[in-house]
């Protein structure tokens, strides 16, 4: 395998060849139809549907050539065999349902016993059409592993207006899928006809998926659905957006993947659309800004930052009411460091990060190894201490923790307090609530001119 030469890339690039322009059309359309449909099937916790059905259409190619041949019928066909492949592909996704609906099976184990023996079926067929004596196999095995290659103009405008036709459904059901995605029983109850849209949901995805065979096969199509949609779910929590970036993610995957098999023509294309998809996807997976591996890192450092930060303050505001009792605020009162680090199960390390970090955020002082608590951090530890100790009240009295653990299952909650629950400890617990001394007003009365 040799690398692609300057003209080759210029070629690709510029679209320059007719073959090109149709198959990165093709795919494109096809990548954004599947990863728009996919995003519903993902969240309505069928990923596997379109593997299922791609599977289960494999007896109907067969079967097409077959009865094509048989009547005197071109047997390969694109129109024949994809309606082949229509019929029991539908009859794989009923068989799922009956199975589902009239056993105590499961929606996966359903699939599983479907993709297999709707797979397994296709496989026999296709070895008696190798025996055939009027036609034979010869470019059938496409189906399994997709020939983008060598898609044509006829099948390109296929792709085209069954992905149109993808496209508009979701558009226009794109409400009802989002209810019927997130809550099925709340969609009945509002009179929507789930069964109608289930059915229909169920038809864009065997409309993607037996046009996609000719890109991509039937083992790989499964990807055109799950890989996007998962790709986008990194980036956003928002369902009009995963789908907008699922059928971005989707048509960009499918364009660099055939883009990549044209400069290597020893590449298959439909494991390149797929790698391609891949990659995207693990780009997302730890670049993403919703969900991705180093923004949910940065979110828990963040956190336990935060929470460390509240230890040391409290810890320091529990050492000065020692030997303060009246916890009266003073400048000069002090910790030393060491004796903060043997109260806290802390490293020598961690509790230097933690000083620094406090000192940035202007809550504490360090000097001569002591620290000393600013009027804010003072302000602060206060807070954080009361409802500490509310919630160890609250625990010993009404949950029944022993006081020797309450601490431990007090540092555990607290730092996820709201006013709202604050209060309404202070209730449960008869403790008297924080009141702010408001000087009285230095004039008699407020004329009209004041409020302005």
């Given at each position: 395998?040799?690398?692609p030469t300057a003209s080759q890339w210029?070629?690709?690039?510029?679209?320059?060849?007719?073959?090109?322009?149709?198959?990165?059309?093709?795919?494109?359309?096809?990548?954004?139809?599947?990863?728009?449909?996919?995003?519903?099937?993902?969240?309505?916790?069928?990923?596997?549907?379109?593997?299922?059905?791609?599977?289960?259409?494999?007896?109907?190619?067969?079967?097409?050539?077959?009865?094509?041949?048989?009547?005197?019928?071109?047997?390969?066909?694109?129109?024949?065999?994809?309606?082949?492949?229509?019929?029991?592909?539908?009859?794989?996704?009923?068989?799922?349902?009956?199975?589902?609906?009239?056993?105590?099976?499961?929606?996966?184990?359903?699939?599983?016993?479907?993709?297999?023996?709707?797979?397994?079926?296709?496989?026999?067929?296709?070895?008696?059409?190798?025996?055939?004596?009027?036609?034979?196999?010869?470019?059938?095995?496409?189906?399994?592993?997709?020939?983008?290659?060598?898609?044509?103009?006829?099948?390109?405008?296929?792709?085209?207006?069954?992905?149109?036709?993808?496209?508009?459904?979701?558009?226009?059901?794109?409400?009802?899928?989002?209810?019927?995605?997130?809550?099925?029983?709340?969609?009945?109850?509002?009179?929507?006809?789930?069964?109608?849209?289930?059915?229909?949901l169920m038809a864009l995805v065997v409309?993607?998926?037996?046009?996609?065979?000719?890109?991509?096969?039937?083992?790989?199509?499964?990807?055109?659905?799950?890989?996007?949609?998962?790709?986008?779910?990194?980036?956003?929590?928002?369902?009009?957006?995963?789908?907008?970036?699922?059928?971005?993610?989707?048509?960009?995957?499918?364009?660099?993947?055939?883009?990549?098999?044209?400069?290597?023509?020893?590449?298959?294309?439909?494991?390149?659309?797929?790698?391609?998809?891949?990659?995207?996807?693990?780009?997302?997976?730890?670049?993403?800004?919703?969900?991705?591996?180093?923004?949910?890192?940065?979110?828990?450092?963040?956190?336990?930052?935060?929470?460390?930060?509240?230890?040391?303050?409290?810890?320091?505001?529990?050492?000065?009411?020692?030997?303060?009792?009246?916890?009266?605020?003073?400048?000069?009162?002090?910790?030393?460091?060491?004796?903060?680090?043997?109260?806290?199960?802390?490293?020598?390390?961690?509790?230097?990060?933690?000083?620094?970090?406090?000192?940035?955020?202007?809550?504490?002082?360090?000097?001569?190894?002591?620290?000393?608590?600013?009027?804010?951090?003072?302000?602060?530890?206060?807070?954080?201490?009361?409802?500490?100790?509310?919630?160890?009240?609250?625990?010993?009295?009404?949950?029944?923790?022993?006081?020797?653990?309450?601490?431990?299952?007090?540092?555990?909650?607290?730092?996820?307090l709201e006013p709202e629950l604050v209060?309404?400890?202070?209730?449960?617990?008869?403790?008297?609530?924080?009141?702010?001394?408001?000087?009285?007003?230095?004039?008699?009365?407020?004329?009209?001119?004041?409020?302005?």
């Amino acid at each position: 395998m040799s690398w692609p030469t300057a003209s080759q890339w210029r070629r690709v690039l510029f679209l320059e060849d007719y073959n090109t322009r149709v198959v990165l059309l093709g795919v494109a359309v096809l990548g954004a139809a599947a990863g728009l449909v996919g995003s519903f099937t993902l969240l309505r916790k069928r990923a596997l549907l379109g593997d299922a059905l791609a599977h289960a259409s494999t007896p109907g190619i067969a079967l097409a050539f077959m009865f094509a041949t048989a009547l005197g019928l071109d047997g390969k066909s694109l129109p024949v065999l994809l309606l082949g492949a229509t019929i029991t592909g539908v009859l794989g996704i009923g068989v799922v349902l009956v199975v589902r609906s009239q056993t105590r099976l499961k929606e996966d184990a359903a699939l599983g016993i479907v993709l297999s023996v709707f797979f397994g079926a296709g496989v026999a067929l296709l070895g008696i059409v190798q025996q055939m004596e009027s036609g034979s196999a010869a470019g059938l095995e496409g189906f399994i592993y997709g020939k983008t290659a060598s898609m044509n103009a006829s099948d390109a405008r296929l792709i085209l207006v069954a992905s149109g036709i993808a496209v508009v459904g979701c558009l226009l059901l794109f409400k009802e899928f989002k209810l019927l995605c997130f809550d099925e029983n709340f969609a009945g109850s509002r009179g929507m006809p789930v069964l109608v849209l289930d059915l229909c949901l169920m038809a864009l995805v065997v409309l993607v998926t037996i046009v996609g065979l000719q890109a991509v096969g039937l083992i790989l199509v499964v990807a055109l659905f799950v890989t996007p949609t998962a790709a986008a779910r990194f980036w956003t929590e928002k369902l009009w957006r995963v789908a907008g970036l699922s059928a971005l993610m989707g048509g960009v995957g499918g364009v660099f993947g055939a883009a990549a098999s044209a400069l290597m023509p020893r590449l298959p294309s439909g494991a390149m659309i797929v790698l391609a998809s891949t990659a995207l996807f693990a780009f997302s997976m730890f670049f993403g800004t919703a969900r991705g591996v180093l923004i949910r890192w940065l979110r828990r450092f963040r956190v336990n930052r935060r929470v460390r930060r509240r230890h040391l303050l409290r810890g320091l505001y529990e050492l000065l009411e020692l030997d303060e009792p009246d916890s009266v605020f003073r400048r000069d009162a002090r910790v030393p460091v060491e004796t903060v680090l043997a109260t806290r199960s802390w490293s020598r390390n961690q509790l230097s990060r933690t000083i620094a970090s406090a000192q940035h955020e202007e809550l504490i002082t360090l000097r001569e190894d002591s620290i000393g608590l600013t009027q804010s951090g003072y302000v602060q530890a206060a807070r954080l201490t009361r409802e500490h100790r509310l919630w160890e009240l609250y625990l010993i009295t009404h949950a029944e923790v022993a006081p020797s653990r309450v601490d431990r299952d007090a540092d555990a909650i607290e730092h996820v307090l709201e006013p709202e629950l604050v209060d309404e400890l202070e209730r449960l617990l008869e403790q008297q609530p924080v009141h702010i001394a408001v000087p009285a007003s230095p004039h008699d009365s407020l004329s009209p001119g004041a409020l302005q």
